[in-house]
Structure formats: structure tokens, C-alpha cells
Nanobody
């Protein structure tokens, strides 16, 4: 059973930075792609970034150049480094194994203007 636990969210001013983490279990992490999604109030969940088994990355246009996804296979953890945060980045952030229906509880990110 896949389990995902996100952490690292918080309240930050516009222009600030945060690092989110997602600890995974129940999967062979080293051969699993991983992804981050977010859901803002009243909106659908949207894709943020993904990283392949070999470290190839892809980003939503809205975060490209500001966010960086990385992985630590030894710790079975995926990170999302978020820089130059904007109020529109406010959302609950979730990690996911692409193709899996498993989601963690999410971590709240709030960016004040």
C-alpha cells in the first residue's frame, strides 16, 4: 500500500521561499516517478512538477524557473523547492506517484502579498 506524507508548508510573504518534502513508503521508490500537485480553494487540483526515475524533470508553466523538484532515493523522499513565491501559489500541495490513486494529506502553503 502506497503511503505519502507531505510536510514543509507554511505561511510566507510574497517573494519568499519554502521547501516541501514528501516521504514515500509501500513502493520501490528508486524506480518510481514522483510528482507534485496543488489545489487552491475553489479550484481543481493541478499539476506542478514531476521527476522521473532517472531525474528528468517537467514543470507547469506557472512555476517554471521558480520551483525545483528533486529526489533522494536513499531516503525515499521527493522535495519541492519553491522560490519567489506569489500569492497565486497559495494552495494545498500534494505528492503523488504517477498512475497511482494514492494521495497524502497534503501540506498547506499560504503566500501573503
Amino acid at each position: 500500500q502506497v503511503q505519502l506524507v507531505e510536510s514543509g508548508g507554511g505561511l510566507v510573504q510574497a517573494g519568499g521561499s519554502l521547501r516541501l518534502s514528501c516521504a514515500a513508503s509501500g513502493i520501490i521508490f528508486s524506480i518510481s516517478a514522483m510528482a507534485w500537485y496543488r489545489q487552491a480553494p475553489g479550484k481543481q487540483r493541478e499539476f506542478v512538477a514531476t521527476i522521473s526515475q532517472i531525474g528528468s524533470t517537467n514543470y507547469a508553466d506557472s512555476v517554471k524557473g521558480r520551483f525545483t523538484i528533486s529526489r533522494d532515493n536513499a531516503k525515499k523522499t521527493v522535495h519541492l523547492y519553491m522560490n519567489n513565491l506569489k500569492p497565486e501559489d497559495t494552495a494545498v500541495y500534494y505528492c503523488n506517484v504517477p498512475g497511482s490513486a494514492s494521495w497524502g494529506q497534503g501540506t498547506q502553503v499560504t503566500v501573503s502579498s
